[in-house]
């Protein structure tokens, strides 16, 4: 597996392989409970490099952000165990937009009808996530970009709340060109890492490191639908489908932030 980390912060961050057992991490993430196609994406996700890059130990109580149709969830499910805890935190139960209701329905059918997510607690993604100062690990995974102004500002704040000091907040987004303006961020989903560290800055978070596992140099960026024309959703159908497919998922920032 590949390690090509970039560190930023005068802390190292050398003795991270000894704060989690690889064993039950590659054990999670080879795991038979895992759908085929998920583990498809695994080339471009990096999900191995990536939980070891945030420091996750199988007994922390984890937060996932808004975990879409549960792609890390099941890693992390299998992953954390008592007295470690996992928090899913997603759309709100009482939204009235179609695809939030659709999306929280599925995903919680998915938890109550698989024993690998019988440890997986569900809250709503605006809620306080946790009591304060209880929650080891937030972690976010290609959201940012739904949620450019006050969402974020929210979240943030609740993550940073929930976290016990010296928690990690990890973060992975589509990365946008610097100086792309917020209006071409919400159009293209692609976010410039210093918007994200300045957000994250501002409601206390430190950045502690950096880490180039989830780049992409193929990725140009500049794609008529945005991100969501490289797979998996390639957007545009046949259209240069070949070529697309060849690039692969987005060029990707990666970030560690801590509550000091």
């Known amino acids: 597996m590949k390690n090509k980390f970039l560190f930023v912060h005068i802390f190292s961050l050398?003795?991270?392989s000894a704060l989690i057992s690889s064993h039950d991490l590659e054990s999670a993430i080879e795991s038979k409970e895992r759908s085929i196609q998920n583990m498809a994406r695994d080339e471009y996700r990096n999900p191995y490099e990536t939980l070891s890059f945030f420091e996750i130990k199988p007994d922390m109580n984890v937060v996932e952000l808004s975990p879409g149709a549960g792609w890390y969830t099941e890693i992390l499910a299998n992953f954390i165990h008592k007295p470690g805890k996992l928090i899913a935190a997603h759309f709100d139960k009482d939204s009235q937009r179609a695809y939030f209701k659709r999306s929280r329905t599925n995903f919680e059918k998915k938890v109550n009808e698989n024993s690998l997510f019988k440890n997986v607690e569900i809250v709503d993604l605006s809620s306080n996530l946790s009591?304060?100062?209880t929650i080891d690990a937030v972690l976010t995974f290609r959201n940012l970009h739904n949620w450019l102004g006050p969402q974020m500002d929210l979240i943030f704040s609740n993550s940073?709340?929930?976290?016990?000091?010296?928690?990690?907040f990890g973060v992975v987004e589509h990365r946008a060109k610097e100086g792309t303006s917020?209006?071409?961020m919400?159009?293209?989903g692609y976010v410039t890492e210093a918007h994200a560290i300045e957000i994250a800055e501002k409601h206390g978070f430190v950045l502690f490191?950096?880490?180039e596992i989830n780049a992409n140099l193929k990725d140009t960026k500049d794609h008529p639908k945005g991100v969501w024309t490289l797979p998996p959703n390639l957007r545009l159908g046949d259209k240069n489908k070949a070529m697309y497919l060849s690039i692969g998922e987005s060029d990707r920032m990666t970030l560690l932030f801590k509550k000091i």
């Open 14 to 16: 050398f003795a991270f």
């Open 131 to 133: 009591k304060p100062n």
């Open 160 to 168: 940073y709340r929930a976290l016990k000091p010296g928690g990690i």
């Open 182 to 184: 917020i209006e071409d």
């Open 186 to 188: 919400k159009k293209s």
């Open 209 to 211: 490191a950096k880490s």
